[in-house]
């Protein structure tokens, strides 16, 4: 299959190709992440504010997010403790709260990323509950939260396993990886491919 952007996504560079790493905020207006909503349970936003403090962030989620030109919108897939498995979404627009960094990839990585995600999603791989309770106390979680699709996945150890899938990130255990983990990471291996983008991303009018 042809990947998502076929190359399209930026009028004045033809042919590259991206992924967006988007990483959503504590302070944020997404609906089953807000601190306020009844849908947040105190044990997460306890394991949410733990995750933050120990990793001096605000950062909570992510997920990886790309630009189909077909459908003129973003694709992005994603697991939480509300869906309970990988899901997929198509959006126009992301809500307040959320920052991206844009990454410049091969065809070949787009595609192959974009196919892991897809394969998951369909399959329902489940929310890796326990993998996601223990991420705060990395690097001493015991090692038998693996990051093997059989237990599932948790937001950032599915954002890291699609980059491997794609070539990218070798080495790195998905399971003790973070949200803001996989920005630094991305950050110190591959900062001449990112672009930042902090504003609200709204699918180009092209």
Known sequence: MPCPCEGRYNPAAPGEHYVWLALLHRDNDEAGYRVRDAATSAWTTFVNGSSCFLDWTTIIHCQLVFWCRSAASY????????????????????????????????????RSAY?????????????????????????????????????????????????????????????????????????????????????HLICPTT
């Open 75 to 110: 694709y992005t897939f994603s697991v939480d403790a509300k869906h309970n498995r990988v899901f997929f979404l198509e959006r126009k627009r992301f809500s307040r709260g959320w920052t991206f960094v844009r990454m410049r990839v091969s065809a070949a990585e787009e």
């Open 115 to 199: 196919e892991f995600l897809r394969a998951a999603e369909r399959s329902r791989t489940p929310f890796n509950r326990l993998g996601a309770y223990l991420v705060p106390l990395r690097p001493i979680a015991p090692s038998s939260s693996s990051s093997s699709s059989s237990r599932g996945f948790f937001c950032s150890q599915l954002v890291v396993a699609a980059l491997q899938a794609a070539g990218l990130l070798s080495g790195v255990q998905p399971h003790a990886v973070s949200p803001v983990g996989v920005e630094r990471l991305l950050r110190a291996l591959y900062a001449a491919r990112l672009y930042d983008e902090t504003e």
